[in-house]
Nanobody
């Protein structure tokens, strides 16, 4: 089992910045990849960014050049630096971890943190 706890959300004006953190605990050694997803009201959850154990990153087109995902393996923490925020970035942001055990994938989610960008 892997437990994920997000923090760092809040209210910010358009053009501002926020940094989200996700602390992982539990069976961390088998985590293969981690990522950030978001869900706006009335919309489906969507991928924001992912990072593999080899530090390979992937971003949604809507956040490329503005958001940066990173992980500190020593601290078991995942980050999302969000710059040049737009009102359309408003959503609940969720941390995700993929664990692979004997070829079987397990997905874990945090409880989410609200990000609100005012215009």
């Amino acid at each position: 089992q892997v437990q994920l706890v997000e923090s760092g959300g809040g209210l910010v004006q358009a053009g501002g910045s926020l940094r989200l953190s996700c602390a992982a605990s539990g069976r961390r050694f088998s985590i293969n990849a981690m990522g950030w997803y978001r869900q706006a009201p009335g919309k489906q959850r969507e991928l924001v960014a992912t990072i593999t154990i080899g530090a390979r990153t992937n971003y949604a087109d809507s956040v490329k050049g503005r958001f940066t995902i990173s992980r500190d393996n020593a601290k078991n923490t995942l980050y999302l630096q969000m710059n040049s925020l737009k009102p359309e970035d408003t959503a609940v942001y969720y941390c995700n971890a993929i664990e692979v055990i004997v070829g079987v994938q397990y997905a874990y989610w945090g409880q989410g943190t609200q990000v609100t960008v005012s215009s």
